[in-house]
């Protein structure tokens, strides 16, 4: 069935240092990829998306780059900061309006 | 996006209860999906729910375990029926919004659910 692997499951850096979380997926059909910050106690909250036709997206810190020969997508956070702590969550979506989403990943920033 | 509220926001249930958990949107959606978050995993989606029409599950979940009503655009409810102790867990709301971006979904604040 449809999947979505998402690596890896806990990421520590340093503060100013980068970050890049990367999931892949089975379903060729899949068109649409968001990406969620979830912190402790809250609600997942769309940080980003890219569609199939896009290879890149940057918003301010935060960019996600496509591959679809290889069915992979990634996060970059750049120059992280201690609110950048949160578990991230990648999510496929192939027009049946339904998403799979990854495992989710733990960002620690460390001071 | 929108404003999404659920309530109640947790509840401590006894088991065999029911709970019924609502979802209300501040704009018309088509598509509203409810999912279950358990500690310190990811989400997995019950089904989604379109006004107008029956709820589709997902595999492992059921009708009778979990009703859904969906009397228009903007609301929902999910119940969780003769609960165990393994229903413990978030279960969130959320909407599918057609913005310039495509199908994206944004989600409620989620309702703890503990049975004890």
């Known amino acids: 069935g449809e999947n979505v692997e998402q690596h890896p499951s806990t990421l520590s850096v340093q503060e100013g240092d980068s970050a890049v979380i990367k999931c892949t997926y089975s379903d060729s059909a899949s068109n649409y990829f968001p990406w969620y910050k979830q912190e402790l106690g809250k609600r997942p909250q769309l940080i980003i998306d890219i569609r199939s036709n896009v290879g890149e997206k940057k918003d301010q810190r935060i960019a996600v780059t496509l591959n679809k020969t290889a069915k992979h997508f990634s996060l970059h956070i750049t120059e992280t900061q201690p609110e950048d702590s949160a578990v991230y969550f990648c999510a496929a979506h192939s027009g049946t309006y339904k998403y799979i989403f990854g495992t989710g990943t733990r960002l620690k920033v460390l001071a | ?116």
């Open chain 2, 1 to 116: 996006s929108a404003v999404i509220s659920q309530k109640p926001s947790r509840d401590i249930c006894q088991r065999g209860t029911s709970l019924t958990i609502q979802c209300q949107v501040d704009s018309q959606v088509t598509m509203m999906f409810w999912y279950r978050q358990q500690p310190g995993q990811s989400l997995t989606l019950i089904a989604t729910a379109n006004q107008g029409s029956e709820a589709t599950y997902e595999s492992g979940f059921v009708i009778d375990k979990f009703p859904i009503s969906r009397p228009n655009l903007t609301f929902s409810t999910l119940t969780v029926s003769n609960m165990s102790p393994e229903d413990s867990s978030i279960y969130l709301c959320s909407v599918g919004l057609n913005g310039g971006s495509g199908d994206t979904q944004y989600f409620g604040p989620g309702t703890r659910l503990t049975v004890l």
